[in-house]
């Protein structure tokens, strides 16, 4: 139905902050799998130690995961302009977005 990983977001001593990439089968979506993923990987990054978990590029357009990472407690920290090249959109905003654990 759908996979996510959790890895240190740098080496070294950025290694306390967590990234995450989450995907879920196309038949899935919007059934609340991607929910309950992010939910799972920010508990077991809290356990595992991780201080923050902090996505690097969240393409502006894809609303669902936009609303899905506020729903789940994170900010929009920082915006990289035109940092996405979407196949039909061209040049997108791409954000960073961040949630303390
Ligand atoms: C992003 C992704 C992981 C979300 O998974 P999902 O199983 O579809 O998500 P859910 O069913 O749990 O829905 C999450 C929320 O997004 C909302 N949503 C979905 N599409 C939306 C849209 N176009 N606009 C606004 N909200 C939307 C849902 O209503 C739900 O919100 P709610 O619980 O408040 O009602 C999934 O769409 C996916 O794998 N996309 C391709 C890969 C990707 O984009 N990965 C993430 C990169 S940051």
Redo the contacts with the bound molecule.
């Keep these: 139905m759908?996979a996510y990983i959790v890895k240190p977001n740098q080496p070294g001593h950025g290694a306390h902050i967590a990234n995450a990439?989450?995907?879920?089968?196309?038949g899935?979506?919007?059934?609340?799998?991607?929910?309950?993923?992010?939910e799972h990987s920010l508990l077991i990054a809290k356990d595992a130690g991780y201080h923050g978990m902090q996505?690097n590029?969240?393409?502006s357009s894809?609303?669902?995961?936009?609303?899905?990472?506020q729903?789940l407690g994170f900010d929009i920290i920082g915006t990289v302009p035109g940092g996405f090249h979407h196949a039909g959109e061209g040049y997108v905003d791409a954000y960073i977005?961040f949630k303390k654990l």
Excluded: E, I
Aim: charged content about 10%; overall charge positive.
């Design positions: 759908g990439a989450y995907m879920v089968d196309a899935w979506r919007g059934s609340g799998v991607g929910r309950q993923l992010g996505y590029m969240v393409v894809n609303k669902g995961a936009v609303h899905l990472w729903s977005m």
